[in-house]
């Protein structure tokens, strides 16, 4: 069993650690770390982990074999870099950092120290994206031309001015850090690097200082095209779509995946509904455990970085970014 100290138990840490803790036979949650543990005393001793507010000690912890960042953005270079130097395994959720350069230094710290890096992109394991993967690896689309993508919601109903995720810098072009980057891992894991960023990022609507309409268009290495689309002020929604010479598939939510070939029947598959929260942390426990690669490559991270940083400095100055 791989015993986990959670950094950060806000909403989102919260989700990962009720996603395994008594319900996972390798993986739980023993620790947690707060700034302010008053908020949630009650919380964590329904988790049975034990509250603190130092993150050395954690580190210090021979009992803790990994932790889990769930942290603000601007905070994970620095707590990657420390975790490595202690010898605990990382999981972090996205984004990893808020440029390419600090995701570099980071995973190169733990690559040297041998700890298993995974990056929170939960997406990743839905069952219907793995079969977009297999299909598209596998030629069935043929040559790739085009993809697009929508993960959109409404989440300024749920901000306020003084949560840190509307903070200067933690949140740059709207939905981009908390929706958009997971459609842009997608998109990498399908199609490849992407070499060029163009995009638009504006508020239209909000009061808080969070744009909430964000537009993204991509050129991948392959030469294939994309767009994204992220907004924060809309009905939720979540679409990827694969375009190829021999035909599309179209992923609507998470369950609903399309396949329509140029000659031939149009089929639609729909999968059960998974924990991808609870799924990549068993998988980050069977990296540790076993020594499999976790699913995501420590380049495709830096990648995804590269173009989340692209995307508000071409949104600011206009211009095309070449990555």
Known sequence: MIRLALVGPGRWGRILVEAVQGQS?????????????AKVEGWCAAQDLMLGTDLTEVLAAPEIDGVVLATPHSQHAAQIEAAAAAGK???????????????????????????????????????AVEKMKAMISGGTLGTILHVEGNMSGHVGRRYTPDM????????????????GIHVIDAMIHLLGPITEVSAISDRLVHEIALDDTTCMLF????????????MTATTPIFRLQV???RGWLELRGET??????VSGIRETWTFPTVSTERLQLEAFAEAITAGTPYPIALEEVVQGVAVFEAVPISAVEGRRIAL
Do not use: Q
């Open 256 to 261: 609903e995946l399309t396949w329509a070939p």
């Open 25 to 37: 036979d390798t993986v739980r949650f023993t620790h947690a770390v707060a700034r302010s543990p």
């Open 164 to 179: 840190w995720r509307v903070a200067p810098g933690e949140s740059p072009a709207g939905g981009l850090a908390g929706s």
């Open 89 to 127: 395994h990382v999981f972090c959720e996205k984004p990893v950092t808020l440029t390419r350069e600090s995701a570099a230094k980071a995973l190169a710290a733990t690559t040297k120290a041998g700890v298993v890096f995974a990056a929170g992109h939960n997406r990743r394991f839905l069952p």
């Open 243 to 245: 375009f190829g010479e």
């Open 219 to 230: 050129r991948f290495e392959s030469r294939a095209t994309g767009y994204l689309t992220a």
